[in-house]
């Protein structure tokens, strides 16, 4: 009788486990939206890869005969935070553009829901985390190359990808920030191998130097803050251990190293009246602060910043966006979507903690190590949006369907053990 009993559920482990073709369909969809074949390639230009990945994801979500389930709280969070943008869009300066807003939002919070459930087993989110990292990699390769053919120097603004969410060094940095801590741990989570030869967790080391390497020949100062307080938090992690404080030191000496005279001369000028960047974003961050008081509720509508500010307050000159996540959130949405944001980051960490706890009950240290390499990302990811606007890029979403996807598989996991 207990044999019979355990056969379906092993018969259910394996067919979870399986790379079917909502799996393949996502990573197709991933790899269209970081690799951006339709920017890069004139051949590709005009075609709505974007939309027809996303599409192509939906039919094989459907025909893999997968359904969608909402039992996470960050699942339900993100339909909140959906549902709030409607809302503000509607009370918002334009509707005309927040309509816009929508549209392009609309794809990643359905993307979001395809992902976590289509990720339901430990083998699909090992692959699904070493394609994206296989990504990252592209772009670290790329921008190491340029920096090495342009003599080992730089021009003010530092190297980076060019295409998509990487358009410029800050972009980079920033999605750089928010994986480091997942492609640090994974070099112990992944015991994998590719073309069941070679362990996966020799590529995790060479991203992961490549990915530190990535963020500081883009010389950027959100990148380098960020880089430096995942590390910190790496360290702490690590119980101060002396070793690990000769590994932050040497980063640090290597980052100032790298600096051409210009992008020097760049941090030099931290908080100085000199440093026009930074008093521009002061400038720009007292005019999000008062808007954000102006319009409590429901703030100015989604992409509708700029837009204000030159309403509002007649602004000609500062027309940057917010170049702050938390900003963006509040002015656009006001205090209501900045808490559903600082409780959806809430959730996540609620979610590591709950994943750690699963990890030392059942003596898996796969999921533990992944657990904790996202809470590093995810700080990455803050301390960066502290200076850059990147709260509609995929960085953030994509941590939040890793963290999901993860609890789910642990959870399953412990239900089998049991």
Not at 9 to 28: N, Q, R, S, T, W
Not at 104 to 130: A, C, H, P, R
Not at 247 to 263: D, I
Not at 393 to 408: D, G, T
Request: charged share 15%; glycine share 8%; hydrophobic share 50%.
């Amino acid at each position: 009788m207990a044999e019979a009993a355990a056969k379906p559920g092993k018969a259910l482990a394996e067919h979870a486990g399986k790379l079917d073709i909502a799996f393949y369909a996502c990573l197709f969809y991933y790899f269209v939206e970081y690799f951006r074949p339709h920017q890069k390639y004139a051949i590709f230009k005009g075609i709505p890869f974007g939309d027809i990945s996303a599409g192509l994801f939906i039919i094989c979500f459907l025909l893999a005969g997968r359904r969608i389930e909402v039992k996470n709280r960050i699942n339900f969070l993100v339909g909140l935070y959906f549902s709030w943008i409607l809302v503000c869009s509607l009370a918002g300066v334009n509707f005309s553009t927040s309509w816009e807003f929508i549209i392009y939002f609309f794809k990643f919070f359905l993307v979001y829901f395809l992902t976590v459930n289509t990720i339901t087993s430990e083998k699909q989110l090992i692959w699904f985390i070493f394609f994206i990292a296989l990504l990252y990699f592209s772009y670290t390769n790329f921008a190491l190359r340029s920096w090495v053919l342009s003599g080992f120097s730089g021009s003010i603004r530092g190297a980076y990808y060019g295409a998509g969410f990487f358009a410029n060094p800050n972009d980079m940095s920033a999605a750089l920030s928010s994986f480091f801590g997942l492609s640090l741990y994974m070099i112990f989570a992944d015991k994998y191998r590719l073309f069941n030869k070679f362990p996966n967790k020799w590529f995790h080391v060479v991203n992961t130097a490549l990915t530190v390497l990535g963020v500081l020949i883009t010389s950027t100062r959100g990148g380098a803050v960020a880089l430096a307080a995942c590390l910190l938090y790496f360290w702490k992690k690590k119980r101060f251990q002396v070793k690990y404080f000769l590994l932050l030191l040497l980063v640090g000496v290597s980052f100032f190293a790298m600096l051409s005279e210009a992008q020097l001369e760049k941090f030099e000028r931290i908080g100085t009246e000199q440093d026009e960047s930074g008093q521009d974003r002061l400038d720009n961050w007292a005019i999000a602060w008062k808007m954000m008081n102006d319009y409590p509720v429901f703030g100015v509508g989604p992409w509708n910043y700029v837009e204000a500010k030159k309403k509002a307050y007649n602004e000609t000159e500062n027309l940057f966006v917010q170049h702050n996540i938390f900003f963006q959130a509040s002015t656009e949405l006001g205090y209501p979507g900045l808490m559903i944001l600082l409780v959806l980051i809430g959730s996540f960490y609620k979610n590591t903690r709950a994943v750690k706890r699963l990890s030392g009950d059942s003596g898996n240290k796969t999921y533990h190590h992944i657990a904790q390499g996202l809470e590093i990302s995810m700080l990455g990811f803050i301390v960066s949006g502290m200076f850059i606007t990147t709260l509609y890029y995929p960085f953030f979403w994509l941590n939040l369907a890793f963290v999901v996807s993860l609890r789910n598989v642990a959870e399953k996991k412990a239900s089998l053990a049991g």
